[in-house]
């Protein structure tokens, strides 16, 4: 299985298409934190050192710049450096030939689709790795705040998320590449999988919870009603990968959050219960904050866990033809 990995490593750090993609995530990102980081210090100018205190460093990941944050662009382009290692990961070797040849050496099937998957999991960690670090450092150099301890180990906590989460869709990525024997066939499947889950699931959910719990008065809603249809959003999200990782960012990157229903229970309090937590409102620990996201976590490793098991079986039983 060595072997597997290491060639598809050097296939991946020299194919041209992931070294464009990359490089554009790396330029969208440097421009959102430089971006972030102008907020930041002005906000820093203003005296704002107190509201800051604490997560101060977490903004240049989480503070909207633009049109979004570091962070929501992540959960939205980031699946594409997964999609472009493993669309055609195993069709474009049936095509040429190569598969069959593979597997008549002493390698088993189960190396094969196990040494793809781990050396595109490890060529994601290591660019993602890389875009962390290099942030980092602008945000050091651009801001000048040293980020805590607690900050440093919410960020790492986050960039395991961000690779569990790239995991999902490239053992999604391989397997459409598995089931579609067309390069052309499973990038335009792999392309449509992406809407559908980044754009089309929470429109979806938010039509569900206003189907299945709606509102007798938009204008003003009772508290049950808040409380019945945060239910029900609540549980169709948790069948979207991406709704699971942007409640487990908010939740790992921003110490004042505190669960993903957490709007709709401030809706639901008097105005003098608003004006006291927004007197008092305060970071929590890193240990509440996990207690908060590791439902999110595991069922999103689930997820990963589960496309790339269906990857691993379906490619198993399938027939390999020497063409």
């Known amino acids: ?19 464009i993609i990359m490089s554009l995530i790396f ?21 704002g050192n107190t509201y800051l205190e604490g997560r101060t460093f977490l903004l240049l990941f989480t ?11 992540l959960s939205i382009f980031g699946p594409l450096m997964s999609i472009v290692l493993g669309f055609d ?59 805590t301890f607690d900050e440093a180990r919410r960020l790492f906590v986050f960039f395991l998320l961000t690779l569990v989460y790239m995991g999902f869709w ?22 449509a999988l992406w809407i559908l889950v980044i754009f089309f699931l929470p429109v979806l959910s938010q039509a569900a919870a206003s189907a299945l719990a709606p509102f007798s008065d938009p204008a003003r809603p009772r508290a049950e009603e808040i409380a019945a249809y ?17 409640q487990a960012g908010a939740a790992l990157l921003d110490p004042t959050h505190r669960g993903s ?5 401030i809706a639901m309090m008097s105005r003098v219960d608003r004006y006291l937590l927004a007197r008092f409102q305060g970071g929590i620990a890193f240990g509440q904050s996990m207690l908060i996201v590791m439902p999110d976590i ?10 790339f098991l269906l990857s691993y079986v379906v490619f198993v039983r399938q027939e390999v033809r020497s063409v």
């Open 1 to 19: 299985m060595g072997a597997v990995i290491r060639k598809e490593l050097a296939d991946h750090f020299g194919s041209a298409r992931f070294l």
């Open 27 to 47: 330029m969208v990102s440097f421009l959102l934190t430089h971006l972030a980081g102008q907020g930041i210090r002005d906000v820093l100018a203003e005296g």
């Open 63 to 73: 503070a909207p710049a633009a049109f979004f944050s570091l962070a929501v662009f």
């Open 89 to 147: 990961s195993i069709n474009r070797e049936r095509n040429q030939g190569t598969l069959s040849k593979i597997l008549s050496q002493p390698i088993h099937r189960d190396e094969v689709i196990l040494g793809k998957y781990l050396a595109g999991l490890i060529t994601i960690a290591v660019t993602l790795a890389s875009l962390l670090l290099l942030l980092t450092g602008m945000g050091l150099l651009g801001v000048g705040v040293v980020p």
């Open 170 to 191: 490239l053992g999604l990525s391989i397997l459409v590449s598995i089931v579609f024997r067309s390069v052309a066939t499973s990038a335009m499947a792999a392309a």
């Open 230 to 246: 945060s239910q029900v959003h609540k549980a169709v999200n948790m069948v979207s990968p991406t709704g699971l990782y942007n």
């Open 261 to 265: 229903d957490q709007a709709f229970r």
């Open 298 to 307: 595991l069922l999103l490793l689930c997820f990963s866990i589960l496309t």
